[in-house]
């Protein structure tokens, strides 16, 4: 994946975008509604910012500081008193660490 699309920048510029009757494609929103040629869409297309890829270095750096920042959540987690329904912090920790590795990793 040398190249991954922002997704909520995708869902922006799609929102904007409806099908006329004929088939043609229109741009809209509260102010506007126009006709966009083929070209225009793919240039709305190709405006949309991409996400890099982590290198195995940048890999390392972000694995190391996330079991860092664990082992200060455990130890959090240990002290504070939480309702059954709050999430722990090792747990969200996880999840950003999850949420990170299936955006940028090149794997």
Not at 37 to 49: A, H, K, M, R, T
Not at 60 to 81: H, N, P, W
């Amino acid at each position: 994946m040398s190249d991954l699309i922002d997704r909520q920048a995708l869902d922006l510029a799609f929102t904007m975008l409806r099908f006329n009757e004929d088939g043609t494609l229109r741009h809209w929103d509260d102010r506007q509604n126009w006709c966009m040629s083929g070209q225009e869409v793919e240039d709305l297309i190709n405006s949309i910012p991409s996400v890099e890829s982590l290198t195995d270095k940048e890999q390392r750096i972000f694995l190391a500081a996330m079991g860092r920042e664990e082992k200060v959540c455990k130890e959090v987690d240990a002290e504070m008193t939480r309702e059954p329904y709050e999430d722990s912090l090792v747990r969200v920790c996880r999840e950003i660490e999850r949420k990170v590795k299936k955006a940028l990793w090149t794997n």
